[in-house]
């Protein structure tokens, strides 16, 4: 449906049964909708433990000749996708996701790992934080309005279920696999939760 458009301009696209959870973004790029999302081929057929991966695709929809170009971008799970909240709605380079470590098993294998799409060239950045860690959902903080799609950081908690705690971790926005640059050692663990924001002095 157009933005400004009504019920009666809602468009219907065919595109092969699956589950979506989280989008990464979507964009108007000529004539085609495009669509970034993590995507699972099934859902709910049982406990979490019969989830499919999730992996990223995109839907291209041709908004003229009602035709879908969808590509799986990546074979490597993940969850909890993000952008830069300055191009939400627009075109996007970079997207933020947790995933799993190498090995596993399960939907999400063993979790532990935040990483950085680039959806120009295909390429991803990974910042591994070791066995029996937990990432959420991570979000970009930019450095300055006027700062690049990656010039900032990615922050997040970060679960130790050897420890039973919590890190608030601050990483590299232009290399996750740089060590942290910083680790806040939090005095009580903070429970699973699925996403968050940051608000800067300015705004509020």
């Not at 108007?28 to 990223?56: K, L, N, Q, T």
Request: glycine share 10%; aromatic share 12%.
């Amino acid at each position: 449906m157009p933005r400004m458009g009504t019920d009666k301009d809602v468009r219907w696209f065919n595109v092969d049964p699956c589950y979506v959870f989280h989008p990464l973004n979507a964009y108007v790029d000529g004539d085609e909708v495009i669509c970034d999302v993590g995507r699972h081929a099934s859902m709910w057929r049982g406990s979490m433990d019969s989830f499919e991966p999730c992996y990223m695709h995109r839907w291209a929809f041709n908004m003229k000749t009602g035709a879908v170009r969808e590509t799986q971008m990546d074979d490597w799970a993940h969850a909890f996708p993000r952008v830069d909240d300055r191009v939400v709605g627009l075109k996007h380079r970079y997207g933020w996701v947790a995933g799993s470590r190498p090995g596993g098993s399960g939907a999400m294998g063993e979790p532990g790992v935040v990483a950085r799409y680039d959806m120009t060239d295909g390429s991803k950045t990974m910042h591994d934080f070791g066995a029996h860690s937990h990432p959420g959902e991570f979000v970009f903080v930019k450095d300055s309005d006027s700062a690049a799609e990656d010039e900032g950081w990615a922050m997040g908690f970060v679960y130790d279920d050897a420890n039973d705690s919590t890190d608030l971790v601050i990483l590299d926005g232009t290399d996750l696999s740089k060590p942290a640059v910083a680790r806040v050692h939090l005095p009580q663990r903070v429970p699973f939760g699925f996403h968050g924001s940051w608000i800067d002095d300015s705004t509020m």
